[in-house]
């Protein structure tokens, strides 16, 4: 090792005599910058990430690699000093990693001066350290194995022009042998088989994050067979003009087997999957505890099938290996509870038939063009989980993401694989035990209590509903076997001492059939298990099947294993009619709507009736307008029975169908809200860090006026990273950008909420202020690059919250509203209806609570606009990615509000908006100038020691030197 320090130390050295090292890093950075800055366009990506410093890394070691090694040995050939370097005690091993790690050391130390990329974007966006470490790593060994590839060819040729046109050749065939153009022509078991042999498809799995032992060793074979082609073409050059011996038998036989044992050991490393380390922050690319959890919930065999075609499209086909290797650790972590296999449906009719037919799985038309002509291929991209009679199917929608690195340039990646299998997973499971026995779901005890005035003080309807609930309660306790209790109890018996107790307790009040009865009843009912208690909703239509609805809703409350309810109020609107080129009127809540309809029931409500469906488990409203007393009371009562109420509103209303326009427009909500303790201001927050957005600007021409859209920062769209979000709560889980829009500020009173919990969400920043205006459009004439007068009063502002605890109603004390609709008169029926006929039409029975349990929450996000299709589509443009962050923050509320914290765990782990900090062009050209200025500054620096170690050098060893 001494004898290889010294060559290498040799051999480093020799490349600063000339201009070769300092070419070779100028040469290094200077691509990689313009690639990174400019190919790349990293600023217009918008995405935190130095993914595409190594993107063009594979092509660029290439030729660097061949360029730095074609005179290794062909300079020593050329001028003669071979020979006595083959003729010194020095071993042909020794030489060979001495030149090595030599050329190896150039490229690290190339590679620490681009540090300062990594380093820089850190501070421009929250940025994923694993991917950084993985590429760097990756570049490693990538230039390792490359260089050894030089070195050989270098051995066997003494012309230095001819060594790197044969180096450039021979690496370039590795690199192709995996990539994109080659293996779109070819099956994915082909393209699998060619995946494993490229060493740019090995390139890019590491720089993913995910250090795999088989991608590293694939990097530790190619060198340690060049390696030893080298040592051979050495000792072959040694005894080139002597006669044939034993001893050059051995050389071959050893060589050879070296060679064999190096190639053999991929094969045997290829099924081993478990070797390998995911070091990005989430660990996004392993399975979770949380999936884990729900396969080991399975009592029925699960399958995962995948369907994917041969020929496909060529942004699609590097994707299936990984989800292959993904869905094989689903099969490793459920054992033999889960079977995962995969098909070609084009070669399997009948499944082909199965699929269209029982599961809605059809190919998808995807147009390919190449050089010569353009196509149409059909294939298949889907995913397939099924659990007994209850199936979800994935297309490649629902496991893609597409990014927009340019207008023709497009980069498409998983978006979260294993969020959306396990999610269909738990889907699947949870609806499949949903149709059997409730109570081993549970699995603690759960008490029914009934609050219920005799038979005598009852209306008729109430009389043979409470005889039914008896029989449905005999039934329960029945499967419970144990775990199910029921009592009923008379509020009135023992002087009223019961009444008062839950009057006290749960905010109970006596029941009456209408306004001006004076007959007055009781009829509550709860569940209760441990410390929780959920009251179960009196069915509207007063039916049996109602009332086992409303228990059953109850029941699952305490229970993990059923598909929970969301029942959603949006403004009435037109939909859209695309087949007709017709856009819907009115905001569009679509892309919300879809994705709480993946993992819940969505039912559409508009609460007109006072009442909120039976079997809702939580209540989201989403741009209330002019909300009436009755819908009032649907959600008042609603969080009386200890429901979770998520509000998106705001006293200002968005107009796009003409102009930008915001307009004031109260909800309805103010009072119920402020009762409550909570505050929207009538102002609108502009923050100083906010998202771009297309407006129209107009601007002087020759005294002509020209309106044209610009992309502008724009104030009234706050942009939240981390620092104002509470990241201690689940909500906010995998969410690191979220844009506010045309968001207006929360007050809490603190008095009120005293014995409640309090959580602050969302802030923006500390340089926001308000204002009261409602132009929203910039004046860039007036106010300069902001474009909107800056507020006097400055300082963070409350956009999102949640208040928990117990609530008293804004209704108590007073008459119930739905009493009171029933007993308006009607002049036409006052005047064809007898007395008789009023008596017997269908009683309405109306119950009211004046206190909640500890389980009610409020969640209010400050925003009407925020979750609009058209907005969403308008934050994708800008970022050239699927913008989801609103939606996301819905789906966590609910997740969170309902208990289910395990998909939060996964979800969390996505990189859903990983994006820059906003920043104008002018910060964007200091950040790109400062790399610039750091990499020269490297550059300089390693000049500097060398010429200060070459003086050095000169004062100690002048004869030398001579």
């Given at each position: 090792?001494?004898?290889v320090?010294r060559?290498t130390?040799?051999?480093?050295?020799?490349?600063?005599?000339s201009?070769i090292a300092?070419?070779?890093?100028?040469?290094?950075?200077?691509?990689?910058?313009?690639?990174f800055?400019?190919?790349?366009?990293?600023f217009s990506?918008?995405i935190?990430?130095?993914r595409?410093?190594?993107?063009?890394m594979?092509?660029?070691?290439i030729f660097?690699?061949?360029?730095v090694?074609m005179?290794?040995?062909?300079?020593?050939?050329?001028?003669?000093?071979?020979?006595?370097?083959?003729?010194?005690?020095?071993?042909?091993?020794a030489?060979?990693?001495?030149?090595?790690?030599?050329?190896?050391?150039l490229v690290?130390?190339?590679?620490?001066?681009?540090?300062?990329?990594p380093?820089?974007?850190?501070f421009m966006?929250?940025?994923?350290?694993g991917?950084v470490?993985?590429?760097?790593?990756?570049?490693?060994?990538?230039?390792?194995?490359?260089?050894s590839?030089?070195?050989?060819?270098?051995?066997?040729?003494?012309?230095?022009?001819?060594?790197?046109?044969?180096?450039?050749?021979?690496?370039?065939?590795?690199?192709?042998?995996g990539?994109?153009?080659l293996?779109?022509?070819?099956?994915?078991?082909g393209?699998?088989?060619?995946?494993?042999?490229g060493?740019g498809?090995?390139?890019?799995?590491?720089?993913?994050?995910?250090?795999?032992?088989?991608?590293?060793?694939?990097?530790?074979?190619?060198?340690?067979?060049?390696?030893?082609?080298?040592?051979?073409?050495?000792?072959?050059?040694?005894?080139a003009?002597?006669?044939?011996?034993?001893?050059?038998?051995?050389w071959?036989?050893?060589?050879?087997?070296?060679?064999?044992?190096?190639l053999?050991?991929?094969?045997?490393?290829?099924?081993?999957?478990?070797?390998?380390?995911?070091?990005?922050?989430?660990?996004?690319?392993s399975?979770?505890?949380?999936?884990?959890?729900?396969?080991?919930?399975?009592?029925?065999?699960?399958?995962?099938?995948?369907y994917?075609s041969?020929?496909?499209?060529?942004?699609?086909?590097?994707?299936?290996?990984?989800?292959?290797?993904l869905?094989r650790?689903y099969s490793?972590?459920?054992?033999?509870?889960?079977?995962?296999?995969?098909?070609?449906?084009?070669?399997h009719?009948?499944?082909?038939?199965?699929?269209?037919?029982?599961?809605?799985?059809r190919?998808?038309?995807?147009?390919?063009?190449?050089?010569?002509?353009?196509?149409?291929?059909?294939s298949?991209?889907?995913?397939?989980?099924?659990?007994?009679?209850q199936?979800?199917?994935?297309?490649?929608?629902?496991?893609?993401?597409?990014k927009?690195?340019?207008?023709?340039?497009?980069?498409?990646?998983l978006?979260?694989p294993?969020?959306?299998?396990?999610?269909a997973?738990?889907?699947?499971?949870y609806?499949?035990?949903g149709?059997?026995?409730?109570?081993?779901?549970?699995?603690?005890?759960?008490?029914?209590?009934?609050?219920m005035s005799?038979?005598?003080?009852?209306?008729?309807?109430?009389?043979?509903?409470?005889g039914?609930?008896?029989?449905?309660?005999?039934?329960?306790?029945?499967?419970?076997?144990?775990?199910?209790?029921s009592?009923?109890?008379?509020?009135d018996?023992?002087?009223?001492?019961?009444?008062?107790?839950?009057?006290?307790?749960y905010?109970?009040?006596?029941?009456?059939?209408?306004?001006?009865?004076?007959?007055?009843?009781?009829?509550?009912?709860?569940?209760?298990?441990?410390?929780?208690?959920?009251?179960v909703?009196?069915?509207?239509?007063?039916?049996?099947?109602?009332?086992?609805?409303?228990?059953?809703?109850?029941?699952?409350?305490?229970?993990?294993?059923f598909?929970?309810?969301?029942?959603?109020?949006?403004?009435?609107?037109?939909?859209?009619?695309?087949?007709?080129?017709?856009?819907?009127r009115?905001?569009?809540f679509?892309?919300l709507?879809?994705l709480?309809a993946k993992?819940?029931?969505?039912?559409?409500?508009?609460?007109?009736?006072?009442?909120?469906?039976?079997?809702?488990?939580?209540?989201?409203?989403?741009?209330?307008?002019s909300?009436?007393?009755?819908?009032?009371?649907?959600?008042?009562?609603?969080l009386?029975e200890?429901?979770?109420?998520?509000?998106?509103?705001?006293?200002f209303?968005?107009?796009l169908?003409?102009?930008?326009?915001?307009?004031?427009?109260?909800?309805?909500?103010?009072?119920?809200?402020?009762?409550?303790?909570?505050?929207?201001?009538?102002e609108?927050?502009?923050?100083?860090k906010?998202?771009?957005?297309?407006?129209?600007?107009?601007?002087?021409?020759?005294?002509?006026?020209?309106?044209?859209?610009?992309?502008?920062?724009?104030?009234?769209?706050?942009?939240?990273?981390?620092?104002?979000?509470?990241?201690?709560n689940?909500?906010?889980?995998?969410?690191?950008?979220?844009?506010m829009?045309?968001?207006?500020?929360?007050s809490?009173?603190?008095d009120?909420?005293?014995?409640?919990?309090?959580?602050?969400?969302?802030?923006?920043?500390?340089?926001?202020?308000?204002?009261g205006?409602t132009?929203?459009?910039?004046?860039?004439?007036?106010?300069?690059e902001?474009?909107?007068?800056?507020?006097?009063?400055k300082?963070?502002?409350?956009?999102?919250?949640?208040?928990?605890?117990?609530?008293?109603?804004?209704?108590?004390?007073?008459?119930?509203?739905?009493?009171a609709e029933?007993?308006?008169?009607?002049?036409?029926?006052?005047?064809?209806?007898?007395?008789?006929?009023?008596?017997?039409?269908?009683q309405?029975?109306s119950?009211?609570?004046?206190?909640?349990?500890?389980?009610?929450r409020?969640?209010?996000?400050?925003?009407?606009?925020?979750?609009?299709?058209?907005?969403l589509?308008?934050?994708?443009?800008?970022?050239?990615?699927?913008?989801?962050?609103?939606?996301?923050?819905?789906?966590?509320?609910?997740?969170?509000?309902?208990?289910?914290?395990?998909?939060?765990?996964?979800?969390?782990?996505?990189?859903?908006?990983?994006t820059?900090?906003?920043m104008?062009?002018?910060?964007?050209?200091?950040?790109e100038y400062?790399?610039?200025?750091?990499?020269?500054?490297?550059?300089?620096?390693v000049?500097l020691?060398?010429?200060?170690?070459?003086?050095?050098?000169?004062?100690?060893?002048?004869a030398?030197?001579?």
């Amino acid at each position: 090792m001494q004898n290889v320090f010294r060559i290498t130390r040799k051999e480093f050295g020799s490349f600063f005599s000339s201009p070769i090292a300092y070419i070779f890093i100028g040469v290094f950075l200077a691509v990689n910058l313009f690639v990174f800055f400019w190919v790349e366009t990293f600023f217009s990506s918008n995405i935190a990430e130095i993914r595409p410093l190594f993107t063009w890394m594979p092509i660029l070691l290439i030729f660097l690699s061949a360029a730095v090694t074609m005179r290794s040995w062909a300079e020593e050939r050329r001028s003669g000093t071979l020979e006595l370097l083959l003729t010194s005690p020095i071993s042909p091993l020794a030489l060979v990693l001495g030149k090595f790690f030599a050329c190896l050391s150039l490229v690290v130390l190339s590679l620490v001066l681009t540090l300062p990329i990594p380093v820089t974007v850190s501070f421009m966006g929250p940025l994923d350290w694993g991917p950084v470490l993985g590429g760097y790593l990756a570049t490693f060994f990538l230039a390792a194995a490359y260089i050894s590839i030089g070195l050989y060819v270098s051995v066997k040729s003494d012309n230095q022009i001819v060594s790197l046109i044969v180096s450039v050749l021979i690496c370039s065939i590795f690199y192709l042998i995996g990539s994109d153009t080659l293996v779109s022509f070819f099956g994915n078991r082909g393209t699998e088989i060619l995946q494993m042999l490229g060493s740019g498809s090995r390139f890019a799995s590491i720089t993913r994050g995910v250090i795999d032992l088989r991608d590293l060793y694939y990097y530790l074979a190619l060198m340690g067979v060049f390696l030893t082609l080298n040592v051979y073409g050495l000792e072959k050059i040694r005894w080139a003009d002597n006669p044939a011996n034993i001893r050059h038998t051995r050389w071959r036989l050893l060589s050879g087997l070296v060679i064999v044992n190096f190639l053999i050991a991929n094969f045997w490393l290829a099924p081993i999957n478990v070797l390998r380390a995911d070091m990005t922050t989430d660990n996004i690319y392993s399975i979770s505890p949380t999936t884990r959890n729900y396969l080991a919930q399975l009592k029925e065999p699960l399958l995962i099938r995948g369907y994917f075609s041969a020929q496909t499209h060529p942004l699609l086909a590097p994707l299936v290996p990984r989800i292959r290797d993904l869905l094989r650790e689903y099969s490793v972590a459920g054992g033999d509870k889960v079977h995962v296999e995969f098909i070609d449906p084009l070669e399997h009719p009948d499944l082909e038939q199965e699929a269209a037919q029982k599961y809605g799985i059809r190919p998808v038309p995807f147009q390919t063009a190449s050089k010569y002509q353009s196509s149409v291929t059909n294939s298949y991209f889907d995913v397939l989980i099924q659990y007994g009679d209850q199936f979800e199917t994935l297309g490649f929608r629902d496991l893609i993401e597409v990014k927009g690195n340019g207008e023709r340039d497009l980069n498409v990646e998983l978006r979260n694989p294993e969020y959306d299998i396990t999610r269909a997973i738990k889907k699947v499971l949870y609806s499949y035990q949903g149709g059997g026995d409730l109570f081993s779901d549970i699995g603690k005890p759960v008490s029914f209590t009934g609050y219920m005035s005799s038979d005598k003080k009852l209306p008729q309807e109430l009389v043979r509903l409470k005889g039914e609930l008896q029989t449905i309660l005999a039934e329960m306790d029945k499967k419970g076997k144990g775990l199910f209790t029921s009592e009923i109890v008379d509020p009135d018996a023992d002087n009223g001492a019961v009444a008062k107790k839950i009057s006290d307790q749960y905010g109970f009040r006596p029941m009456a059939a209408s306004i001006f009865d004076d007959q007055s009843f009781w009829f509550y009912m709860t569940l209760k298990s441990g410390d929780r208690v959920v009251e179960v909703t009196l069915p509207e239509d007063l039916s049996k099947e109602g009332l086992m609805r409303s228990l059953s809703t109850g029941l699952k409350r305490f229970a993990t294993g059923f598909t929970k309810t969301v029942a959603l109020d949006t403004p009435k609107t037109t939909p859209p009619m695309p087949q007709y080129g017709m856009p819907g009127r009115g905001p569009q809540f679509e892309v919300l709507r879809e994705l709480l309809a993946k993992e819940h029931g969505v039912i559409d409500t508009d609460l007109a009736n006072g009442r909120v469906p039976d079997d809702t488990d939580i209540l989201l409203v989403v741009s209330p307008e002019s909300v009436d007393e009755k819908q009032l009371f649907a959600m008042d009562q609603f969080l009386m029975e200890g429901g979770t109420v998520v509000l998106a509103t705001s006293p200002f209303a968005l107009d796009l169908e003409q102009k930008l326009s915001v307009t004031k427009k109260p909800s309805g909500l103010e009072s119920w809200l402020k009762f409550q303790g909570i505050s929207i201001g009538d102002e609108m927050v502009l923050d100083p860090k906010n998202s771009a957005f297309p407006v129209p600007v107009q601007r002087q021409v020759k005294g002509a006026t020209i309106q044209e859209i610009q992309l502008v920062n724009y104030p009234y769209f706050v942009d939240i990273r981390p620092d104002g979000m509470n990241r201690e709560n689940g909500m906010v889980s995998g969410l690191n950008q979220l844009t506010m829009n045309w968001a207006s500020p929360i007050s809490i009173d603190l008095d009120k909420n005293k014995e409640r919990k309090v959580t602050r969400l969302l802030e923006s920043s500390a340089g926001s202020w308000l204002s009261g205006s409602t132009d929203v459009q910039p004046d860039f004439a007036a106010y300069g690059e902001m474009g909107f007068a800056p507020g006097s009063e400055k300082g963070k502002q409350l956009l999102g919250m949640v208040v928990e605890g117990r609530f008293t109603s804004f209704f108590a004390g007073k008459p119930s509203p739905l009493l009171a609709e029933k007993n308006k008169p009607d002049d036409k029926e006052e005047n064809a209806a007898t007395g008789q006929d009023k008596q017997a039409k269908q009683q309405i029975i109306s119950r009211q609570i004046d206190k909640s349990p500890e389980s009610a929450r409020i969640i209010l996000f400050s925003s009407n606009s925020f979750l609009n299709d058209t907005i969403l589509s308008i934050g994708s443009s800008v970022l050239r990615s699927s913008y989801l962050g609103p939606v996301q923050l819905i789906a966590n509320s609910v997740d969170w509000s309902l208990e289910d914290r395990g998909l939060l765990a996964i979800r969390g782990r996505g990189h859903f908006s990983r994006t820059l900090l906003p920043m104008t062009r002018d910060v964007q050209f200091f950040w790109e100038y400062l790399n610039y200025g750091l990499a020269l500054l490297g550059l300089l620096l390693v000049w500097l020691v060398r010429r200060s170690m070459t003086k050095r050098a000169r004062r100690h060893y002048p004869a030398l030197l001579q």
